[in-house]
């Protein structure tokens, strides 16, 4: 079951719950296939969403990920990393061609910014990591002005950033319990492992090997494996370290359940100058936006609402118009009000 904005119905789909009016009076069954001329009717009852039986997801980000092929695109990735491990040459020409399909459809469709909350359902992390802060990255790369010349080196570098963690063992990555120093100190090689085993690979260039050696570096000189600082890194690692900590951030893994993205952006803003570059954390913020207007959000309490406003300078600030209660419930009155940081109610995600 999915609750679908009503603008994004089609003829066919068939009803998950009944659907009442603003008197409590059914207007449709649940069962029902929806014909154009209930769609027309519930949209002149100013209804915003309704359940469907499950479906695709109809997202503006997944339709955008459905154009380029997500699925082939994440196949290249896997396939890239499998040839690897099998010491073959990497095919760098078919990772660039897929970056510059998805770059082009990020332009096409006009994809100013993400709701990444949207994208975190991919089943396997290292492969849905790479897609994503792939996705991010260029998406800040655009922000920041860059030529598309640059924003497919940085797509590129960004799909490879963690083939090092080929070479450091399955049950390292996967390891449940309190990792040790010295889990850690491996772990951290792959940046290393990673640069080393591109190092004489045709049609991976030096930026690409940056962004693969240097994305866990931090401007105050923190980070590994260099200890660099500002300016010494450079500015493809600096994007993809931001887009890299986000989506690790916000991921559900084995050992924790990822952080919500208003969690991830404040701490990421709060490192802005210190870890991160301030320019592209800048860029960062104005990318993502956790519930862009229109987004049908879970509350912590269960009730259902879809987002009316929101304030660019606050991202914590949102106008809500509830729809569902907790037990699923359609609202018959209009109930809008103003979250913030002092409402007990708080967003848990799209619904
Ligand atoms: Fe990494």
Redesign the pocket.
């Known amino acids: 079951m999915q609750l679908v904005r009503i603008h994004q119905l089609n003829e066919g789909m068939v009803l998950a719950r009944d659907v009442y009016d603003n008197s409590g009076r059914v207007l449709l069954f649940e069962g029902i296939e929806l014909k154009e001329s209930f769609i027309t009717r519930l949209k002149e009852l100013d209804i915003y969403a309704i359940y469907v039986e499950n479906m695709e997801d109809l997202s503006p980000f997944d339709q955008t990920v459905k154009l380029i092929s997500k699925e082939e695109a994440m196949k290249t990735t896997k396939k890239a990393v499998q040839d690897l491990t099998l010491k073959k040459s990497i095919k760098a020409k078919q990772i660039k061609d897929e970056v510059v399909n998805l770059l082009h459809a990020i332009i096409k469709q006009r994809i100013v910014c993400l709701c990444i909350s949207e994208i975190q359902s991919y089943d396997s992390y290292t492969e849905s990591h790479s897609f994503n802060v792939a996705v991010l990255s260029i998406l800040i790369g655009v922000k920041l002005g860059l030529p598309e010349k640059d924003l497919v080196e940085l797509g590129m570098g960004a799909i490879l ?2 083939i090092g963690k080929l070479y450091l063992q399955q049950k390292l990555l996967n390891k449940s319990e309190k990792l040790t120093n010295m889990d850690f100190n491996e772990i951290k090689r ?2 290393q492992y990673g640069y080393d085993m591109l190092a004489n690979v045709d049609g991976i260039s030096h930026e690409v090997k940056e962004v693969i050696r240097d ?2 570096e931090r401007i105050n000189g923190s980070g590994y494996p260099g200890r660099l600082k500002q300016a010494e890194i450079g500015l493809f690692p600096r994007i993809v370290m931001i887009a ?1 900590v986000f989506d690790a951030m916000t991921s559900d893994r084995i050992y924790k359940q990822g952080a919500t993205p208003y969690e991830a952006i404040k701490v990421i803003r709060s490192m802005s100058g210190f870890l991160f570059d301030p320019e592209v954390t800048k860029a960062f913020l104005a990318t993502v936006v956790p519930y862009p207007v229109g987004s049908v959000v879970k509350l912590n309490d269960g009730q259902i609402g879809i987002v009316t406003e929101t304030n660019p300078n606050k991202e914590s600030e949102l106008k809500i118009k509830l729809l569902f209660d907790e037990k699923g419930i359609m609202y018959k009155n209009n109930r809008e009000f103003l979250l913030d940081n002092d409402t007990d109610l708080k967003v848990v995600g799209i619904s």
């Open positions: 950033h963690d792959h940046t994305h866990h890299d």
